[in-house]
Nanobody, 121 residues
């Protein structure tokens, strides 16, 4: 699976952005999709993930109630809707496709190139 993230940009605090992650490959509909972010000087952080069929989502506490992950398997695309953005959401955002391995852990096998999100105060 090849992934291409897009939709980043500059937005004022309180604004919204929607990121897209287009997937190219036959296994998208079978893959868990995750969104991650990395702010300058900080470690990579998980934002959330969505199950292969879209029925289940999980989010890190700092974005709960503000961010929504969705997917359209017919379009091979995952989305990250970000509302009520804060300056601390500023980061490079990455999408990833993965699976749960035999140990029950998430294995993120494929990554997109990242898209910059900057939230001004």
């Amino acid at each position: 699976v090849q992934l291409q993230a897009s939709g980043g940009g500059l937005v004022q605090a309180g604004g919204s952005l929607r990121l897209s992650c287009a997937a190219f490959g036959r296994t998208f509909s079978k893959s868990i999709m995750g969104w991650f972010r990395q702010a300058t000087g900080k470690e990579l952080e998980s934002v959330g993930r969505i199950s292969a069929n879209g029925a289940s989502t999980n989010y890190t506490d700092s974005v709960k109630g503000r961010f929504t992950i969705s997917r359209d398997n017919a379009k091979n695309t995952a989305y990250l809707q970000m509302n009520t953005l804060k300056p601390e959401d500023t980061a490079v955002y990455y999408c990833a496709a993965g699976e749960v391995d035999f140990r029950g852990r998430y294995a993120w096998n494929y990554w997109g190139q990242g898209t910059q999100v900057t939230v001004s105060s």
